[in-house]
DNA sequence: TTCTAATCGAGACGGTACGTCAGGTCTTCTC
DNA sequence: GAGAAGACCTGACGTACCGTCTCGATTAGAA
């Protein structure tokens, strides 16, 4: 067992940085999670956390991805349409959930001036977001349900970037009957697709 | 018609202000066009910029809204698909557009914490737009082309989204063929849609 | 008449920055005059601070000669000797003065470490009052009164070094009868010496 | 004689540490010998350091008077003239090596600062140099060289401030001849010296 | 023409946050 | 117990932008 010498991180920091992080990126608006904020509201020093963080915006992506640790995992025995209007429907609550989706805003916009953020956003959360509603198409192209020319691509994107249009955009969100319609629309728009320049 | 008495508004200074803020915001990467650098570049006056706009940020929307006047039309006697596919690809060339995607991602980034830039970016670039796609599908509703239970708006967020969703996480833009079969997926799942919670 | 343009720098930030960086290195300690409780107590933005003076320290060596404006002049009808006790009596008084002394020795702490301030401490302050001592002796060499051998350079520096090695290293200074005793001394000395590596 | 538990204090951190602040005093300038940098520059850890030196400062005044551990004696079978010469001309020699005047310049600005640099200087550097010379002095008076009158404090602030005042202010040190014109005119002075205010 | 009201430029000023550096203290492991 | 390693806090540093302010210089219509 290897035993770190000198005085061992304090997960006590980690947690009240992080914390203070998201009240304030929460109610104190974008532009409010500043380090010096933090700093004060967590009562730890700037320099620490600059020794552990490279900026603001990571420690409220940290906050984000600590909040939001549910495995993503298809619901046992569900159809294909199950499984999609699970995903989808997760995400969706996911972003409109007050607790997460400014988080998230804050974040999206942080990324554009941040190549690090960018990276960890990816990475970390639109990725395998967009697996697992790949996988379930893929399995359903192998299925027979889709049509074996189904771009999986692109009818992920029509599944999940509505939300966060909405929410970069500060339009409400959509409803669950919103939601369905949109699931509906893709799927069967998938199966219904002919050659696109056809006779 | 009352002319102001008093030294008109310089054009010249609008316009150098505007270009100097396009100009950083593209190769300068976003938080490159601040009061300061825009001044500075554009050789005029930080109290003059103050005294006409309220933000850096709001000096690149409007170079951006200036850049993209085009009006938004139906191109004269095309099907409701061709319509379609006129006005989304138009949209799709638009964010992928090197002089222009950079700037509405840098917009969409300070409406985050700018009421006033999400109200602008809102009336003056998302609605147009969306009322354009909007207004081609009620058509298509009208004329029995859609089923009436269609549900316009989540349609135009399907078809919409994509290209800032992708735009604002920095990912590749769709190509054209990624366009076309968004678009033919849409209009197929629109068409083949049944009621969501059918027996 | 040339009106500069812009608004004109106000008198009462540099008074009010000035004194308190005095008030500070008086009665807060050496160390206390930095640029942050300078610009707190002076009720001044640090920005400001920085625009004009290039280190706390500057500030203080300001203060320092702005006290200290009397013109260094011989008395007029004086004799040699009368001159002599004039100028190094005020230069013993000004060292010694509460007012100025420690701030003297601030400011020659922080010229070691400080060139700008080695410079300016030596043109604005060193260099003049070593000056009016050295042109009295010239003149008195001039006048028959000290031998032509008269080394100026090393008179004037015992007569004025002694309250400066005291001032830096917190001895007691002089008092009166100490002072008349060293210009004496000094004096004699110059006017007894014989070669000094004599037969 | 109980010798201590655990391990004993390694002397080989001392000489390191001393080693490394002379170095970095000497050759960074002063500023350049903070505790981090002599930490790291030793390669021994700075909480070792804290355990045994208060200060940065400490530890160079301790290189300074480990460098110069010469003990100050009269030479010998000397003139009263000659002791004189030989102990302010050591001074002197001393205060202009390169490797000795700048740490004493730094210490001497720190003492400032700090009062238990301010005594340890004034203990164990200051008072024995000036008390070999006060000494050599006042056995010329009790030997009838000098006169009564004599004020030994007087005299020796004439004799050793001018190096320490070269030194503080930047300015070149005297060189051997000013030593011998100072020695000179000090001692003749003190010979000749008549009542101050006599008739 | 002269007045007058506005624009525009220059620059001082107070702020807030930044990211860094050094000083100290404390905790833990290793020798 | 000495020493190494390193986390942590405090406080100051100097810089970048922000937004406001006071000026003078310029411009062109109105009196």
């Known amino acids: 067992m290897v035993s770190r010498r000198g005085r061992p991180r304090s997960s006590a920091v980690r947690e009240k940085v992080v914390r203070a992080a998201a009240d304030l990126a929460l109610d104190g608006g974008p532009g409010a999670a500043t380090v010096d904020a933090i700093a004060k509201r967590a009562e730890v020093s700037r320099t620490t956390i600059y020794k552990w963080w490279p900026s603001a915006s990571a420690i409220v992506l940290e906050g984000l991805l600590d909040s939001v640790r549910d495995t993503i995992v298809r619901p046992p025995g569900s159809t294909t349409v199950q499984a999609l209007e699970h995903h989808v429907g997760a995400l969706f609550g ?25 990276r960890a ?41 509505p939300p966060y249009y909405r929410l970069m955009l500060g ?17 069967c728009g998938c199966r219904a697709t002919r050659k696109v320049s056809g006779p």
Do not use: Y
């Open 121 to 161: 956003l990816m990475d970390q959360w639109i990725t395998p977001r967009r697996a697992a509603v790949a996988v379930t198409l893929r399995d359903a192209v192998a299925a027979g349900e889709l049509p074996a020319r189904t771009d999986v691509e692109v009818a992920v994107d029509a599944l999940v970037s």
């Open 94 to 118: 996911l972003v409109a959930d007050p607790a997460v989706g400014p988080l998230l805003r804050n974040v999206i916009a942080a990324s554009v001036s941040d190549p690090a953020i960018e």
């Open 171 to 187: 339009m409400a969100p959509l409803d669950d009957a919103g939601v369905a319609a949109l699931v509906n629309t893709v799927w």
